[in-house]
C-alpha cells in the first residue's frame, strides 16, 4: 500500500527479475511522480530459491487520512509503535 505514483508497480518489476512485468507509466514533468496505471490489485510470486515469496501490486492511494480520532487518542490505535516511541526524533 502506498501513495499513488511513487513507485510501487517499478519497484515489483525490478524485485521480479526479468520474471515479472507490470505496466507502468511515465513520470509527471509537472508533478515530478508516476502517472497512476494500476488499476487492479494482483499477487506476484518473486522468483529466487528458498521459501516462496509473494508480493502484491495494489492501486495507490491518493490521499490516507484518520479520522474522528482525536489527537490525544491516536497513539492507542498503533500501539505496536508504543516500544519503540522513545526513540523518535519528533516527540509531539
Request: glycine share 14%; hydrophobic share 35%; with cysteine.
Amino acid at each position: 500500500v502506498g501513495n499513488s505514483g511513487v513507485g510501487k508497480s517499478h519497484l515489483l518489476n525490478r524485485l521480479g527479475e526479468g520474471e515479472i512485468a507490470v505496466t507502468v507509466g511515465t513520470i509527471s514533468e509537472k508533478l515530478k511522480l508516476g502517472r497512476h496505471v494500476t488499476t487492479t490489485t494482483t499477487l506476484h510470486r518473486l522468483p529466487g530459491g528458498g521459501d516462496p515469496a509473494y508480493l502484491i501490486d495494489s492501486p495507490g492511494a491518493r490521499r490516507f487520512s484518520v479520522w474522528d480520532v482525536r489527537p490525544e487518542e491516536l497513539k492507542e490505535h498503533f500501539v505496536e509503535f508504543i516500544p519503540y516511541a522513545s526513540g523518535c526524533k519528533f516527540s509531539d
